[in-house]
């Protein structure tokens, strides 16, 4: 079993950064693929990135793309986000989550808030 916790959210003005971290508990980190996800209020999850174990296959969503950078230290155990040129409509609850199946996200973080005030 994996637990995930994020941090690094808060409150940035639009055109801002944050760096969110990912820290995963266990010594299987670098067997899972990783993601960020968000959910803004009273809108569905959607994925934000992904990355794969060794970090060589990487996704994003078309909104972030050329803004947002996933990346991951296997050694530490952490995954990453760092968040340049943040619009509002950013503004959501960040979650990381780990898939060790490669269909499905089996674990989840309880989410940090990120709000880009305008």
């Known amino acids: 079993q994996v637990q995930l916790v994020e941090s690094g959210g808060g409150l940035v003005q639009a055109g801002g950064s944050l760096r969110l971290s990912c820290a995963a508990s266990?010594?299987?980190?670098?067997?899972?693929?990783m993601g960020w996800f968000r959910q803004a209020p009273g809108k569905e999850r959607e994925v934000v990135a992904k990355?794969?174990?060794?970090?060589?296959?990487?996704y994003y969503a078309d909104s972030v793309k050329g803004r947002f950078t996933i990346s991951r230290d296997n050694a530490k155990n952490t995954v990453y986000l760092q968040m340049n040129s943040l619009k509002p409509e950013d503004t959501a609850v960040y979650y990381c989550?780990?898939?060790?199946?490669?269909?499905?996200?089996?674990?989840w973080g309880q989410g940090t808030q990120v709000t880009v005030s305008s």
């Open positions: 266990g010594r299987t980190f670098s067997t899972y693929a």
């Open positions: 990355i794969s174990r060794s970090g060589g296959s990487i």
């Open positions: 989550a780990a898939s060790g199946t490669l269909a499905s996200y089996e674990y």
